[in-house]
T-cell receptor
């Protein structure tokens, strides 16, 4: 059964720092991996989608990598801003219905 | 322009009641999902429907009954609500047929509080 783990559970950094969020998954038979952002009391915003055949995706200050063979993904945030404060969720798409299995998230706080 | 919409956004009800949450997507997707986010913010799949056919039922109590009148709608009906049903319920949709790697789009969530 697919399990997704995110480390750290919480992270606090000063504004301007570059940071890395980690995601690992137990079964490498995935179709893709998505990174989401969730603000308190809000829904999910998709940040990046990496297909299983890709190694990385970039969007603005965000860069996500995927190493399927080792079951790992990282989300790199450059020059962090207070507006980046949110919970970041990693999810892998697998299974017959292509359902997402989520990690428990990393709560990021960027201090001004 | 809303891609995946859910109603209501908030639902407060008493134990033992029956309630429904509605979900609609206008993306033309063939697959819809219900996820539950518990008090610890952990998101977990509950159901998935492809073209109105149930394809996933993840050990959810049979008090929960999804209904898909057409492939653009997936409603969630809950009987005899319990305190432990309090959570945020997210609907999502994606394309399944013809491709394996499509993005999944989420609704804004329905916060259910059972008192």
């Amino acid at each position: 059964k697919q399990e997704v783990t995110q480390i750290p559970a919480a992270l606090s950094v000063p504004e301007g720092e570059n940071l890395v969020l980690n995601c690992s998954f137990t079964d490498s038979a995935i179709y893709n991996l998505q990174w989401f952002r969730q603000d308190p009391g809000k829904g999910l915003t998709s940040l990046l989608l990496i297909q299983s055949s890709q190694r990385e995706q970039t969007s603005g200050r965000l860069n996500a990598s995927l190493d399927k063979s080792s079951g790992r993904s990282t989300l790199y945030i450059a020059a962090s801003q207070p507006g980046d404060s949110a919970t970041y969720l990693c999810a892998v798409k697998a299974g017959s219905a292509r359902q997402l299995t989520f990690g428990s998230g990393t709560q990021l706080t960027v201090l001004p | 322009d809303t891609a995946v919409s859910q109603t209501p956004k908030y639902l407060v009800t008493q134990m033992g009641n029956d309630k429904s949450i509605k979900c609609e997507q206008n993306l033309g997707h063939d697959t819809m999902y219900w996820y539950k986010q518990d008090s610890k913010k952990f998101l977990k799949i509950m159901f998935s429907y492809n073209n109105k056919e149930l394809i996933i039922n993840e050990t959810v109590p049979n008090r929960f009954s999804p209904k898909s009148p057409d492939k653009a709608h997936l409603n969630l009906h809950i009987n005899s609500l319990e305190l432990g049903d309090s959570a945020v319920y997210f609907c999502a949709s994606s394309e399944l047929a013809g491709g394996l790697s499509y993005e999944q789009y989420f609704g804004p969530g329905t916060r259910l509080t059972v008192t």
